[in-house]
Antibody, heavy 118, light 111 residues
Framework: QVRLVESGGGLVKPGGSLRLSCAASGFTLSDYYMSWIRQAPGKGLEWVSYSSSTNSHTNYADSVKGRFTISRDNAKNSLYLQMNSLRAEDTAMYFC???????????WGQGTLVTVSS | QSALTQPPSASGSPGQSVTISCTGTSSDVGGYNYVSWYQQHPGKGPKLMIY???KRPSGVPDRFSGSKSGNTASLTVSGLQAEDEADYYCSSYAGNNNERVFGGGTKLTVL
C-alpha cells in the first residue's frame, strides 16, 4: 500500500535552514506529481509547493517563494523540501502528499513538525 | 492566493444531514471543476473525501457528496454518524501552474 514518511523536522532559529525528506513506498514516485502542504498549530491547511513527475515543473505559495525549493530523487523514491531563511510563521506540521488527480492530495504522510523559534 | 471561505462550524444530530459551503472566486472554485474536500480528525493527517467536485475515492461512504454552483462548492454529509465529527477543508485548483488554495476549515460537531 502507499506509504509516505516525512522526516527532517525540528527546532531551528529564525533565518536558519532545514531540509525535509519524504520517503515514498508502495508506488512508483516518477508516475506522480507530489506536493508539500503545511498546517500551523491550531490552524488550517496551506499548500506550499508541488513537483511534477520529473521535477521539470514546480511552483510555490507566495509565502515561501524564493526561500523554499522542492526537489525529488525518483531513483531513491524520495521527495525533498529545502527551507531557507526560515521565519516564525513557517512553524507548522509539514505533510508530504501524493497527487492522485489535478490539485488533489490523495495520500498523506503523518507529517513532520518544524518549529522556528529563538 | 486568497483562502477559500468556509463557515467555522457546523453541527447536526445523528442521522441528520449537514452541508458545508466553500466560497471562492471565478479564479478558483468557479473557474474549474477541481474542488476537493478533506476530513481531519484531531491529531491525524487529512483524508481525501471528495475530488473533482463530486467524485468519491474508493472507500469513502456514499453518505458524503459534493456539488458546486458558481463560485461556491458544497459538501453534504447525510445520515450523520459520530465518527463524522472532524474538521473539513475544501481546496481548489487556482490555475497558474498548479497553484492550489484551501479553505479555513469547518469543525463539524455531531450533537
Amino acid at each position: 500500500q502507499v506509504r509516505l514518511v516525512e522526516s527532517g523536522g525540528g527546532l531551528v532559529k529564525p533565518g536558519g535552514s532545514l531540509r525535509l525528506s519524504c520517503a515514498a513506498s508502495g508506488f512508483t514516485l516518477s508516475d506522480y506529481y507530489m506536493s508539500w502542504i503545511r498546517q500551523a498549530p491550531g490552524k488550517g491547511l496551506e499548500w506550499v509547493s508541488y513537483s511534477s513527475s520529473t521535477n521539470s515543473h514546480t511552483n510555490y505559495a507566495d509565502s515561501v517563494k524564493g526561500r523554499f525549493t522542492i526537489s525529488r530523487d525518483n531513483a531513491k523514491n524520495s521527495l525533498y523540501l529545502q527551507m531557507n531563511s526560515l521565519r516564525a510563521e513557517d512553524t507548522a506540521m509539514y505533510f508530504c502528499t501524493r497527487d492522485t488527480a489535478i490539485a488533489v492530495s490523495g495520500d498523506w504522510g503523518q507529517g513532520t513538525l518544524v518549529t522556528v523559534s529563538s | 492566493q486568497s483562502a477559500l471561505t468556509q463557515p467555522p462550524s457546523a453541527s447536526g444530530s445523528p442521522g441528520q444531514s449537514v452541508t458545508i459551503s466553500c466560497t471562492g472566486t471565478s479564479s478558483d472554485v468557479g473557474g474549474y471543476n477541481y474542488v476537493s474536500w478533506y476530513q481531519q480528525h484531531p491529531g491525524k493527517g487529512p483524508k481525501l473525501m471528495i475530488y473533482e467536485v463530486s467524485k468519491r475515492p474508493s472507500g469513502v461512504p456514499d453518505r458524503f457528496s459534493g456539488s458546486k454552483s458558481g463560485n461556491t462548492a458544497s459538501l453534504t454529509v447525510s445520515g450523520l454518524q459520530a465518527e463524522d465529527e472532524a474538521d473539513y477543508y475544501c481546496s481548489s485548483y487556482a490555475g497558474n501552474n498548479n497553484e492550489r488554495v484551501f479553505g479555513g476549515g469547518t469543525k463539524l460537531t455531531v450533537l
